[in-house]
């Protein structure tokens, strides 16, 4: 539901916040007041069309926000949405779902399963014709729902079998040249013998190539510090140790030392030797090793980010290949399995037709006792239901749309191209009051939906939408006495000046003030005989 409302600078609206209830909230007051504009505010909020020139004198923005209580809704924080719209007049438009910047399409789309503003024709899901048939389903109970729960099990899989058919490629030439393909990947890669690390390992080698010269300096230059320079000094070091070693243990000790030292070193110059003799700039080598490694750099290229990914793709590439080998057989199986399901497909798109049809008719004789109700005795509401055998769809093989004929002698037309506001608005309470107990839009909006009527007719106007309030949350702007009555929240909009401007106030009513409003309504004066009727018309 809608828990409040907040509307700045929008025409004569400074800027009010309204808090509303569950169950039927009634807007009255004053012509020119600002009734209107409040619904309009809504219509924004629900992504509708705003001018520029909605945009209150003297400032340059217009601001709406609306906070919803909706605990069922996966957007929800703590049960409650937020949802905001900020326009300029140079043009920039800025929405926001709790916090998080939306386009208009996408606040429109969200929006449209929340509120429904009859007379804002643009914001009625029931018009759209591509939701008949849900809203005909929801109707039609447990039975339908079932069914059609087992259909869109059997329609995903018939839908899998339908895109892997599709991927069959193409006629035999496209598929040979697509064979040729896989075949020459595979041939690459298997020719190419990888090994797992080795482009590692050739890394270092060619490293080593390339700065060889470097390297064999350096060795060369440890060669001769260590084998001419150092194993001489300590050879003389050690040769004069020897002279006194007797006289103390720790001349001794200190000679063992260095003799241990000067092996190490010994041994220590033969590896530096042999490394030495190991370095050579071999440019064949180093060709090789290159060749090698531009090889897997483009094998990577084209198949792998590293030796591993290029294998694994080897291994998909083998099997595509063996499918495409064997996809005779394999698209036989397919299409066996597609008949299957298409069977049963049909067999379950049948019984929900019977169901469709069967409960049509009721639909459309309650609409209809509805409609004579509201004084709208000529009109006619049909539902028609086309079956294809051919074409599933997720919901059958049914496409459902709601029809109606305003007077006799007329053809019955889709409910969108219905032209008079006022039927419309009548039309859509009808089809609303029967389907109050499926119909999943929690906030129902009439504007002036009392438009051309009175007498039983606004009495019968004012019992469905009180009953359609004990489902829905129901805000109703109206002139009439009877509807107002019904209110379980009543608001009085009216407009003040202040400072040379006018603004547009709202205030929720007491019992006594709500009393005195219908009162006003009904006779256009604050009686005492008025106000008499007004509290026969609320006892009601």
Same mark, same amino acid.
């Given at each position: 539901?809608?828990?409040?409302?907040?509307?700045?600078?929008?025409?004569?609206?400074?800027?009010?916040?309204?808090?509303?209830?569950?169950? /039927?909230?009634?807007?009255?007051?004053?012509?020119?007041?600002?009734?209107?504009?409040?619904?309009?505010?809504?219509?924004?909020?629900?992504?509708?069309? /705003?001018?520029?020139?909605?945009?209150?004198?003297?400032?340059?923005?217009? /601001?709406?926000?609306?906070?919803?209580?909706?605990?069922?809704?996966?957007?929800?924080?703590?049960?409650?949405?937020?949802?905001?719209?900020?326009?300029?007049?140079?043009?920039?438009?800025?929405?926001?779902?709790?916090?998080?910047?939306?386009?208009?399409?996408?606040?429109?789309?969200?929006?449209?399963?929340?509120?429904?503003?009859?007379?804002?024709?643009?914001?009625?899901?029931?018009?759209?014709?591509?939701?008949?048939?849900?809203?005909?389903?929801? /109707?039609?109970?447990?039975?339908?729902?079932?069914?059609?729960?087992?259909?869109?099990?059997?329609?995903?899989?018939?839908?899998?079998?339908?895109?892997?058919?599709?991927?069959?490629?193409?006629?035999?030439?496209?598929?040979?040249?697509?064979?040729?393909?896989?075949?020459?990947?595979?041939?690459?890669?298997?020719?190419?013998?990888?090994?797992?690390?080795?482009?590692?390992?050739?890394?270092?080698?060619?490293?080593?190539?390339?700065?060889?010269?470097?390297?064999?300096?350096?060795?060369?230059?440890?060669?001769?510090?260590?084998? #001419?320079?150092?194993?001489?000094?300590?050879?003389?070091?050690?040769?004069?140790?020897?002279?006194?070693?007797?006289?103390?243990?720790?001349?001794?000790?200190?000679?063992?030392?260095?003799?241990?030292?000067?092996?190490?070193?010994?041994?220590?110059?033969?590896?530096?030797?042999?490394?030495?003799?190991?370095? *050579?700039?071999?440019?064949?080598?180093?060709? &090789?090793?290159?060749?090698?490694?531009?090889?897997?750099?483009?094998?990577?290229?084209?198949?792998?980010?590293?030796?591993?990914?290029?294998?694994?793709?080897?291994?998909?590439?083998?099997?595509?290949? #063996?499918?495409?080998?064997?996809?005779?057989?394999?698209?036989?199986?397919?299409?066996? &399995?597609?008949?299957?399901?298409?069977?049963?497909?049909?067999?379950?798109?049948?019984?929900?037709?019977?169901?469709?049809?069967?409960?049509?008719?009721?639909?459309?004789?309650?609409?209809?006792?509805?409609?004579?109700?509201? *004084?709208?005795?000529?009109?006619?509401?049909?539902?028609?239901?086309?079956?294809?055998?051919?074409?599933?769809?997720?919901?059958?093989?049914?496409?459902?749309?709601?029809?109606?004929?305003?007077?006799?002698? *007329?053809?019955?037309?889709?409910?969108?191209?219905?032209?008079?506001?006022?039927?419309?608005?009548?039309?859509?309470?009808?089809?609303?009051?029967?389907?109050?107990?499926?119909?999943?839009?929690?906030?129902?909006?009439?504007? &002036?939906?009392?438009?051309?009527?009175?007498?039983?007719?606004?009495?019968?106007?004012?019992?469905?939408?009180?009953?359609?309030?004990?489902?829905?949350?129901?805000?109703?702007?109206?002139?009439?006495?009877?509807?107002?009555?019904?209110?379980?929240?009543?608001?009085?909009?009216?407009?003040?000046?202040?400072?040379?401007?006018?603004?547009?106030?709202?205030?929720?009513?007491? #019992?006594?003030?709500?009393?005195?409003?219908?009162?006003?309504?009904?006779?256009?004066?604050?009686?005492?005989?008025?106000?008499?009727?007004?509290?026969?018309?609320?006892?009601?």
């Amino acid at each position: 539901m809608i828990s409040n409302l907040h509307i700045k600078n929008i025409g004569i609206i400074d800027d009010i916040n309204v808090n509303f209830n569950t169950g /039927f909230n009634v807007l009255t007051g004053e012509t020119g007041a600002g009734k209107t504009l409040i619904i309009d505010s809504l219509s924004i909020i629900a992504g509708g069309r /705003f001018s520029k020139e909605m945009i209150r004198k003297g400032e340059n923005h217009s /601001f709406v926000e609306l906070c919803l209580y909706l605990p069922e809704n996966e957007n929800a924080i703590d049960g409650n949405i937020i949802v905001s719209r900020e326009i300029y007049t140079n043009g920039r438009n800025l929405c926001k779902i709790n916090g998080r910047l939306v386009t208009v399409n996408e606040l429109r789309n969200f929006m449209k399963n929340i509120i429904d503003i009859h007379g804002q024709l643009d914001n009625q899901t029931i018009l759209e014709s591509s939701s008949h048939i849900e809203y005909l389903d929801n /109707f039609s109970g447990e039975e339908l729902i079932k069914l059609k729960e087992q259909y869109l099990e059997q329609y995903t899989k018939y839908n899998d079998i339908k895109n892997e058919l599709k991927n069959n490629y193409g006629d035999d030439k496209e598929k040979q040249r697509k064979l040729d393909l896989l075949k020459y990947q595979v041939n690459e890669i298997e020719t190419a013998n990888l090994k797992i690390g080795e482009d590692n390992e050739l890394e270092v080698i060619r490293s080593k190539i390339l700065n060889s010269e470097k390297i064999s300096e350096n060795l060369n230059q440890a060669d001769i510090q260590i084998g #001419e320079n150092a194993i001489d000094d300590i050879s003389n070091a050690i040769r004069a140790l020897e002279k006194i070693e007797n006289l103390d243990e720790k001349y001794q000790e200190k000679l063992n030392n260095l003799k241990s030292i000067y092996y190490d070193l010994q041994e220590l110059s033969r590896d530096i030797t042999s490394l030495k003799n190991e370095v *050579e700039f071999n440019e064949e080598e180093r060709q &090789e090793v290159e060749g090698r490694l531009d090889l897997i750099f483009s094998l990577k290229r084209k198949y792998g980010n590293n030796i591993e990914e290029i294998l694994s793709y080897n291994e998909d590439v083998k099997e595509e290949i #063996e499918k495409i080998e064997n996809l005779e057989n394999y698209i036989i199986t397919l299409k066996n &399995e597609q008949k299957v399901i298409e069977e049963k497909m049909q067999e379950i798109c049948s019984k929900m037709n019977e169901i469709r049809c069967k409960k049509a008719r009721i639909l459309e004789n309650q609409i209809n006792i509805e409609l004579k109700d509201l *004084e709208m005795k000529n009109a006619r509401f049909e539902i028609k239901i086309e079956h294809n055998k051919t074409e599933f769809n997720e919901n059958g093989l049914d496409k459902v749309e709601f029809f109606i004929r305003t007077n006799i002698g *007329e053809d019955a037309k889709p409910l969108i191209k219905i032209a008079s506001g006022g039927e419309m608005s009548r039309i859509m309470l009808a089809i609303k009051n029967v389907l109050a107990d499926v119909d999943k839009v929690p906030i129902l909006v009439f504007d &002036e939906i009392d438009t051309g009527i009175s007498g039983i007719a606004a009495n019968s106007v004012a019992e469905k939408m009180k009953r359609i309030a004990g489902k829905h949350q129901v805000l109703s702007v109206t002139h009439l006495a009877p509807i107002a009555a019904k209110g379980d929240y009543n608001y009085y909009i009216y407009k003040e000046v202040d400072q040379n401007q006018t603004k547009t106030k709202v205030k929720l009513l007491t #019992e006594e003030e709500t009393i005195k409003e219908i009162a006003r309504i009904a006779s256009g004066n604050v009686t005492e005989i008025a106000i008499q009727h007004a509290k026969e018309l609320r006892s009601k």
